[in-house]
């Protein structure tokens, strides 16, 4: 028996474990936050079950990736970056837009989020570049300049209607060059030019956005998708104005992040911050020990429960204790990527085992950030755990790629220490 989940369950035992525990909080938050969704369906199960069933899926794609051996994840770059960019370009011209961001490709009756892919692709990309630019001394300084090359041709194209998602690509990259050794020089001078630019970007949007009217209460409760090709406003805008309509709803989450007026409760309007006024609601009722699960009360008024703001309804139900016990999941993956990465003998796997737990960690910090008001809100889903089609299907294969890679440093290691079991037993 024992064997026979051994060839199942391959690679380190850990992440295995880290895994399952943040899918059975999955499946558990996510069946208490979705009464929104079932309103429209009139099925308690409807929800949950189609989460579960995508979560299946993203299993057995994690148990096909562990399979794969490493030197293949180099091979398909080429052709991930090709069919990233193409998407990219394509979503950007006829995608489907949900809450007026246009990300999404229908692909066999499912929606498909060309970003997501991207982001695993640009991770690829940098950790071969490192990989085949090490010296004695870190990373040839020609290395820099490939990477922010291929960059060039993914991050912005995800920028365009997703600035979150760019940003924390882009943050990754930066922590994997750091990793790499790129020369300090080069990182020092792209930090300053980053910050400059960003500066510079805040700037345009506060001053050229046009903020939003608040969402109608019924189009905050639905996950309705249009097709942006059959919005006529759209149809009649330029090539400028679809580039910047996102520039509204940034100038508006900056502006409510960055104001420090105190707004009493009886105050404070629900219908125009929504979002961030029930999340504070269900954190503040939780009362350190929690609820208990399935007992939230806010799930059924903070838009995206069940996605953006799952961990707040986490803190809620679970308490202070359930909220440090999934944030010490994400750190455990972390540390143990580390520990794999260190034993990788070849860099490549190395620099790719930190760079996807990096991509992982980094956005559920981010989304835990969000929920707790320390960063302004940004529709980013905690991964493997809030609701989610392609986010939780891409980060299952990422896992599985970090399997991938555990398991031939694993046996690496594993051949190190017999031989020198062998040289001793010799001597």
Known sequence: ?????????????????????????????????????????????????????????????MLLTQNIKCRYFKIVTPFML??????????????????????????????????????????LATAQILSAMQTENGADRQAFKYILIVGATIIPLIFVENFSTAALLSAVVFMMMVIGRVPTQQLGK????????????????????????????DKKLTEKVELASDDKAKEEEGLVSKVFHRFGTWKGRILKFASNEEVLAKDYDLDENGQVGHANIAIASSNIVGKGPGNSESRDWLPQAFSDFIFAIIIEELGLLGAIVVAFLYIILLMRAGRIANRCENTFPAFLAMGLALLIVTQALFNMCVAVGLAPVTGQPLPLVSKGGTSTITSCIYIGMILSISRSAKKKQGEEDETSKKNIVKA
């Open 82 to 123: 090709i069919i990233s960019i193409l998407t990219l370009i394509y979503v950007f011209i006829a995608g489907h837009a949900t809450n007026g961001a246009q990300r999404w490709i229908p692909l066999f009756g499912f929606q498909f989020q060309p970003s997501e892919l991207a982001k695993g692709t640009m991770i």
């Open 190 to 217: 792209l930090l300053g030019v980053s910050v400059t630019l960003v500066g510079l970007f805040i700037a345009v949007v506060l001053i050229f956005g046009k903020e939003e009217k608040p969402l109608d209460k």
């Open 1 to 61: 028996m024992n064997n026979k989940l051994s060839n199942i369950f391959k690679g380190d035992k850990v992440i295995w474990m880290v895994f399952f525990f943040l899918c059975i909080i999955s499946i558990v938050e996510v069946y208490s936050a979705s009464s929104q969704l079932t309103y429209g369906t009139d099925s308690y199960l409807g929800p949950v079950s189609k989460h579960f069933s995508i979560m299946a899926v993203g299993f057995v794609l």
